[in-house]
C-alpha cells in the first residue's frame, strides 16, 4: 500500500510535492514541513514516516506549542531525579522513546530559545542531554519538524536560531493551502463523506454543482481542516440529502454570485465555445507574450507554474 495515499488529491502541485517527499522519505535526512495551519502536515510526516526504513519503528509525536518551557525539556531530554522539585525518579524523554525511529516536532516555532541549542546539539552531534544529568547519551532519531510561521521572519526577530534552522531545512517541503489546489476538493469532500457516513453509519449527502462551484471560490482559512468539519457537520444534519447553495454556512456563500466567476468581462458567446480549444489558444498566446517563460505565462493566466506544465502536455504543447 502506498504510504502517501493517505494525502488526497491530483493536483499538479500536490503530486509535484509527493514525488519529493517520496524521494526524501527514503533517505535519513531532516525534513522541514511547512505550511499553514490545517493544510495537512501532520497527515504527511505520518506518511514520510511509513515510507522511511523506519516503518516500524517508533514514531513519537510532539507539539512544541503544547507543553510550557519549564516541561519542554524534560519531556525531549528526559531527566534526573532530583533535577528539580517534583523530579522524584529518572524519566527519559521523547529522544530515547523515538530510538531508531522518528521523531516528529510539530509547531517547531514555538520552541523556546533556550531550548533550541540543544536541538542544535543532537542534529549535529546525535548527543542529547537529560535535565540534572553530566554524562550525555546518544540515540539514533531522525527528525521531522514542522512550522506554520515564516522560520526567517522569526530569525529576524531573533526568536529563532539561524544555525537550527539550516540544519532543519535540508529537504524543505511546502504545503499549499487549499485555496491553491482547489482541483482537489471534489476529491476531498469524496473522501470525508464517505469517511463520515461509515463511522455515523448514515447515509452521505451529495453537493450539488453550484455548491462546489461556491466551496471552490471560497478561501478556506482554515483550510482542509475547516474542509473536514464542513463535511462531518453537513453528513451528520443533511444526510442522505442534496446539498443546495442555501445549506451553506453564510459566511461560504457571502457575496458569492455568478457575476463573481465573470469579471473578466468575458462573455459566453450564444453557440458556445471549445473550452478545451479556448484554453490552448490562451497558454499559446501567453507563452507567445513572455517568449515562452513558463513562469511568467502562468501569473498572467493566474496559474501555478505546475498547473501550466501539466496544462501544456494535456494539449501537446512541445516542450520549450
Not at 533535577?83 to 524519566?91: E, K, V
Request: some cysteine; glycine content about 8%.
Amino acid at each position: 500500500m502506498n504510504p502517501f495515499s493517505s494525502i488526497i488529491g491530483q493536483s499538479p502541485a500536490l503530486e509535484s510535492l509527493l514525488r519529493s517527499a517520496g524521494i526524501a522519505a527514503m533517505t535519513d535526512v531532516t525534513i522541514l514541513i511547512k505550511g499553514e495551519t490545517g493544510t495537512g502536515k501532520e497527515v504527511l510526516a505520518n506518511a514520510l514516516q511509513k515510507a522511511s526504513p523506519r516503518a516500524n519503528k517508533p514514531f513519537i509525536t510532539l507539539n512544541c506549542a503544547a507543553l510550557p518551557e519549564s516541561l519542554i525539556e524534560s519531556e525531549l531530554f528526559g531527566h534526573r531525579k532530583g533535577a528539580f522539585t517534583g523530579a522524584i525518579a529518572n524519566q527519559q524523554g521523547l529522544f530515547q522513546a523515538a530510538d531508531g525511529g522518528t521523531l516528529f516536532l510539530d509547531e517547531i516555532n514555538s520552541l523556546p530559545v533556550s531550548i533550541q541549542a540543544k536541538l542544535l546539539r543532537f542534529l549535529d552531534s546525535g548527543e542529547c542531554l537529560a535535565v540534572g544529568d553530566t554524562k550525555p547519551y546518544k540515540v539514533n532519531v531522525r527528525v521531522i519538524a514542522a512550522t506554520n510561521s515564516d522560520l526567517v521572519q522569526q530569525i529576524s526577530a531573533g526568536q529563532f536560531r539561524q544555525d537550527l534552522y539550516f540544519r532543519l531545512n535540508v529537504v524543505p517541503i511546502e504545503l499549499p493551502s487549499l485555496a491553491q489546489r482547489p482541483e482537489d476538493i471534489e476529491s476531498l469532500i469524496k473522501h470525508f463523506l464517505a469517511v463520515f457516513s461509515d463511522t455515523h453509519a448514515i447515509d452521505p449527502p451529495k453537493f450539488s454543482r453550484q455548491s462546489i462551484k461556491i466551496l471552490k471560490a471560497y478561501p478556506w482559512p482554515g483550510n482542509i481542516r475547516e474542509l473536514r468539519n464542513l463535511c462531518e457537520r453537513l453528513c451528520i444534519l443533511l444526510a442522505g440529502r442534496t446539498i443546495e447553495p442555501e445549506n451553506l454556512p453564510f459566511e461560504f456563500t457571502r457575496g458569492f454570485t455568478e457575476e463573481h466567476h465573470i469579471e473578466t468581462g468575458f462573455k459566453l458567446p450564444d453557440g458556445g465555445v471549445q473550452l478545451d480549444t479556448l484554453e490552448a489558444d490562451l497558454i499559446y498566446q501567453a507563452l507567445n507574450r513572455t517568449q515562452g517563460n513558463r513562469s511568467q505565462s502562468a501569473r498572467l493566466l493566474g496559474l501555478s507554474r505546475d498547473t501550466l506544465l501539466y496544462r501544456m502536455r494535456k494539449h501537446g504543447f512541445a516542450a520549450q
